[in-house]
């Protein structure tokens, strides 16, 4: 029996009260069901699971998208459960828009993308200062609110990027090619946010990302998680998954082998739903 309770675990990594909320509401629905069907967290397994999207699908009227939300919920409380199997591991709702993509830049070509950017202007440097962080160090956008010019050491070698609500910390080096942009830009600001010096005097990111994405189009780049997904891609043909999840700060290995698994169709199991299955009550 688990001394810290579930709300506990999700308070302790940071996740929102809402967050946390819906959790819990998905886990007590799930629970109810598996009572019905004399079953419990601890036996029930992936067909269980696959039995139990068609009925969030069927009797809840649920859409993919939000299956697949409480998907998420659940595989996050069998990981405070700390069992043996996770019947929700890797189990996802085909059809819904992934925010994985086919193609990707090598290292080359996003260094290259790197230097073909403006900065002439105040508004050009912050968006290269920015972009550089997305294409070297892989950020999310999540990340820059946290992120401080602190986090730069001294010798403008490495970042420390904080955990967020929904990233763990890590130390990741900065490229030669970024140092000096950098330098130029955090002197004598070792305590400001990245957040203000990106964003000017109206401390505000919004301008300096609507520029970089304009700026991002014309290279061919339509979304900024397209550069996060190339850096992870690089990264996996360098490192071991174990590496790439520090590097990413993805707080569970499975959203690390996503990105291996990108071409695999998800669910391919989910016939399954079209016949009865035996003894689901016994």
């Known amino acids: 029996m688990k001394n810290q309770s579930f709300k506990d675990y999700l308070q302790e990594r940071h996740f929102s ?16 069901w598996l009572h019905q069907q004399n079953r419990t967290v601890y036996n029930a397994d992936h067909q269980i699971a696959i039995y139990y999207v068609e009925h969030l ?14 998907l998420a ?3 996050r409380y069998y990981n405070y459960l700390s069992t ?34 403006e900065e002439h202007t105040a508004l050009e440097r912050r968006a290269k200062l920015l972009a550089g962080l997305y294409i070297f160090q892989g950020i ?18 490495k970042l420390f990027l904080p955990m967020t609500k929904r990233s763990n910390e890590r130390t990741l080096p900065i490229e030669p090619v970024q140092k000096d942009l950098l330098v130029r830009s955090i002197r004598d600001k070792k305590t400001e946010t990245f957040l203000w010096q990106i964003g000017g005097q109206a ?28 850096v992870i891609m690089n990264w996996l043909s360098q490192h071991n998954l174990r590496e790439v999840q ?16 990108q071409d695999v169709s998800i669910l391919q199991e989910f016939v399954l739903l079209h016949h009865p299955l035996n003894n689901l009550s016994s």
């Open 17 to 32: 009260k809402e967050s946390i909320d819906n959790t819990r509401r998905s886990v007590k629905r799930y629970r109810k």
């Open 57 to 70: 699908r069927t009797h809840h009227k649920l859409q993919d998208v939000t299956i697949n939300l409480k």
């Open 73 to 75: 919920h659940l595989r």
């Open 84 to 117: 043996t199997k996770n019947p929700f591991r890797n189990l996802y709702v085909r059809g819904v828009k992934r925010t994985l993509y086919k193609g990707s830049l090598t290292p080359n070509e996003l260094q290259q993308l790197y230097l073909d950017l």
């Open 140 to 157: 999310s956008t999540r990340d820059i609110k946290a992120l401080k010019v602190a986090n730069v050491d001294q010798a403008v070698s």
């Open 203 to 230: 401390r505000t990111v919004a301008p300096v990302l609507l520029h970089l994405r304009k700026v991002l189009r014309k290279h061919g780049v339509k979304q900024l998680s397209e550069l996060r997904h190339s």
């Open 246 to 261: 520090y590097m990413a700060g993805h707080r569970y290995i499975t959203s690390t082998e996503k990105y291996l698994k």
